[in-house]
T-cell receptor, first 111, second 113 residues
Framework: EDQVTQSPEALRLQEGESSSLNCSYT??????LFWYRQDPGKGPEFLFT???AGEEKEKERLKATLTKKESFLHITAPKPEDSATYLC????????????FGKGTTLSVSS | EADIYQTPRYLVIGTGKKITLECSQT?????MYWYQQDPGMELHLIHY???????EKGDLSSESTVSRIRTEHFPLTLESARPSHTSQYLC????????????FGNGTRLTVT
């Protein structure tokens, strides 16, 4: 059964304190791994897509990496505005198949 | 900001009422999806559509129904709401081939009393 597990469930950081979020996945035939940011009361906002092991993508203070079993979202020198829930999702099987989501990591950054 | 709109944003109704949650997108995307999200839980797919007149049920059992008469419109209907339907409902769309990302609306928070 395809599965996505995110850890930790919650993470509290001081402003400027770098850290990483983990997304472990078990799927047959990975087509893509997606990272989303979700703010309270809003829908998920797309951040990155990773397609193959070794791939990396960056956006401002965020950097996503992918191996054959997991993905990391590295947050460098976070700011309070980075506080949100970060969701990981995978697409497996045929093109266009709906995404399978993890439960997310809720990040709180204090100044 | 994605051009996908959901109405209403919040809805409180009594048991047994029929409701329709609206979702529209202006991006011309063929694929549209409905997810259900409860606090602290993962998003669960309840319905999806790959084009006009195409609808399928997702992994999560749901008593709701959907229709896709126009590309831009993908409404979800509950014939008789129950307290167990209380949840956040998120609509999404994607375009292009392969692994295109989903673009989400801001959701409808439904409370059935």
């Amino acid at each position: 059964e395809d599965q996505v597990t995110q850890s930790p469930e919650a993470l509290r950081l001081q402003e400027g304190e770098s850290s990483s979020l983990n997304c472990s996945y078990t799927v047959s035939g990975l087509r893509g791994l997606f990272w989303y940011r979700q703010d309270p009361g809003k829908g998920p906002e797309f951040l990155f897509t990773l397609y193959s092991a070794g791939e990396e993508k960056e956006k401002e203070r965020l950097k996503a990496t992918l191996t054959k079993k997991e993905s990391f979202l590295h947050i460098t020198a976070p700011k309070p505005e980075d506080s949100a829930t970060y969701l990981c999702a995978v697409q497996a099987g045929q093109a266009g198949t709906a995404l399978i989501f993890g439960k997310g990591t809720t990040l709180s950054v204090s100044s | 900001e994605a051009d996908i709109y959901q109405t209403p944003r919040y809805l409180v109704i009594g048991t047994g009422k029929k409701i329709t949650l609206e979702c529209s997108q202006t991006m011309g995307h063929d694929k549209m999806y409905w997810y259900q999200q409860d606090p602290g839980m993962e998003l669960h797919l309840i319905h999806y559509s790959y084009g006009v007149n195409s609808t399928e049920k997702g992994d999560l059992s749901s008593e709701s129904t959907v229709s896709r008469i126009r590309t831009e419109h993908f409404p979800l209907t509950l014939e008789s709401a129950r307290p167990s339907h209380t949840s956040q409902y998120l609509c999404a769309s994607s375009g292009g081939g392969g692994s295109s990302p989903l673009h989400f609306g801001n959701g409808t928070r439904l409370t059935v009393t």
